[in-house]
Structures are given as structure tokens and as C-alpha cells.
């Protein structure tokens, strides 16, 4: 898989991570399976608010959600959430640790958060280089690629592209530091194993 297809299908995964899940649709609270739906939400370590969003999203059906199912159903989620490998899942996908585990397991489970951050913003950093470097380039005023600022610097002198649309100055930098970020996402230990 080439650099730039790479880089891409991380930043749409940042981007799916960050927006999260939405509550269950108004038309299928009626039919829906709110311990499979309590699963899922336990499963990603939401807490009870969550069922507040399903509550307001099913209320414009004149519906509301069984309680005691989406319960069950995010106990049942959180036993795989509060465990190293799935707080580790949650870090690596770039989302917070929830407050929602014991507090007997929270220290191995912010360290396997911890890790499982550090993969995430060392990933990000790599895909950041990669769109510097291997992104559009950056044309000038020839009619064959958008214009960025003047003579098609990004930055007037030192920018990374030079008036042509080749890596200019900076690309040297910019793939010793791609190094740099790999040696260390190599260096982190394995994820925690199920």
C-alpha cells in the first residue's frame, strides 16, 4: 500500500474516531435491540449520558428506550472495554479513557490507555508528514493545479514547496522526522493481548 493511500485511510479513521457513534435512529427505536445497542455503547466505555442521547433522539418518535436491556447490555460492554487490550483499542483510536471502569484496575488501565495514545499521535504525526510530502503539490499561476499564495509558496521562503510544486526546502527535515516517528512507534511495546 503506497505512503499516500496510507496516509489517507488514517486520517479518515481520525476522522470516523472523532465524530463517534449517533444515537439510534427516531423511526428504529421502536424495533431496536437496546441490549444489543447497550452492548455497543459499553463496548466504546459510554457512560449513562449516553442513554440520555438515545432518550432525546427516540422522543421524536413518541418512543423511548428499554432501560433495563441497554443496562444489561452496556455491562456487558464494559467487561471488554475495561480490560488493557480494549482501553488500549480506545487510546490507539484517539479517544479519552472513560471514567467508567473500576477503580481497582485504573492504573494498568491508564498505562495500556497511555500506550495505546502514543500509537494514535505517533500514527497522526506520520500521516501529518505524509500529507506535507506526499500531498497535492502545490502549483503556481500554470494552469494546471490550484494556486496557493504567491509564486506557489506556501511560505515565502523555507516553505515546502518551491515555486514549481516540488519539495523545496523542508522535505529533508520533514523525512528525517518521519524516521524519527517511525523508530519510536516501532520502539512501543506490543498491545496488550486479549
Not at 126 to 153: E, Q
Request: positive net charge; hydrophobic residues 45%; aromatic residues 8%.
Amino acid at each position: 500500500m503506497s505512503l499516500a493511500v496510507r496516509a489517507a485511510a488514517l486520517a479518515v479513521a481520525a476522522l470516523l474516531a472523532a465524530c463517534g457513534p449517533r444515537p439510534v435512529a427516531p423511526e428504529a427505536c421502536a424495533g431496536a435491540d437496546w441490549r444489543a445497542v447497550g452492548v455497543a455503547d459499553g463496548v466504546r466505555g459510554e457512560g449513562p449520558a449516553r442513554l440520555d442521547a438515545h432518550r432525546a433522539s427516540c422522543a421524536a418518535a413518541g418512543a423511548a428506550p428499554d432501560v433495563a436491556a441497554w443496562e444489561a447490555g452496556r455491562e456487558r460492554g464494559l467487561e471488554g472495554y475495561c480490560t488493557p487490550a480494549g482501553v488500549h483499542r480506545a487510546g490507539a483510536a484517539g479517544r479519552p479513557l472513560a471514567p467508567v471502569c473500576p477503580a481497582e484496575a485504573a492504573t494498568a488501565l491508564a498505562e495500556a490507555h497511555a500506550l495505546g495514545r502514543a500509537r494514535f499521535v505517533a500514527r497522526r504525526e506520520i500521516a501529518r508528514i505524509d500529507a506535507l510530502l506526499l500531498g497535492p503539490p502545490l502549483h503556481g499561476p500554470w494552469g494546471h493545479g490550484r494556486w496557493r499564495g504567491r509564486y506557489g509558496y506556501r511560505h515565502a521562503f523555507g516553505g515546502l514547496y518551491g515555486p514549481f510544486g516540488w519539495p523545496g526546502w523542508n522535505a529533508a527535515a520533514l523525512w528525517s522526522r518521519r524516521a524519527q516517528v517511525e523508530a519510536q512507534l516501532a520502539a512501543l511495546p506490543p498491545p496488550p493481548q486479549e
